[in-house]
Structures are given as C-alpha cells and as structure tokens.
C-alpha cells in the first residue's frame, strides 16, 4: 500500500471540484462520482426533487440503502457458508 496522494478532478452537479485519493485509486474515486451523478440525475427527474442539492441528498440516501442491502445479503450469504461448512466438517468427523 503506497501512502502518495493524487489529485482527481471531477464534475458533480455541474462543478469542477478537486480530490485528494491514494495513489492508484484515482479510477474508483472518478466511477464513484460518475455513479454519483448518474444517481442525482436520475432524482432530477422525478417531480418531487427540486434542488440539486434535494437530488444529491437522495442520491446519498439512495446508496446507502443499497450499501446496507448489499451488507445485509453478504452476512446472509457469509452466514449459510458457515453452516455449510459446519455441516460438511461433521459429515466428514463423522467417517
């Protein structure tokens, strides 16, 4: 892991803004905000979203419920995993 810092220039709501990321993650942090925009433009387009900064408040919002979706599938799938190698070892202790 390299602790040099790069500079990312990105575009959000219309804005140039500059970022600092570590070196090497300058791709993820510029598909994070392209994925960001796509999100707040998408909440543009419903009726009820008024604001830029509406939109950007429910793109957030937006991802974190996947993110927490997301989490929730992986305890679940880290879950059944485990009792399926529970389920093996005994099987295999058991010869």
Known sequence: MTDKVSQVAVTL????????????????????????????????RRDTVRTDQN??????????????????????ATTKGDQLIARISEHLEAK
């Open 13 to 44: 709501l219309g804005k140039s803004h500059q970022f600092s990321c570590a070196e090497g993650q300058e791709q993820a942090l510029i598909n994070a905000v392209e994925l960001l925009n796509s999100r707040v433009d998408e909440m543009k």
């Open 55 to 76: 939109a950007l408040l429910m793109a957030a919002l937006h991802l974190c419920h996947d993110f927490q979706a997301l989490e929730q599938e992986h305890q679940v």
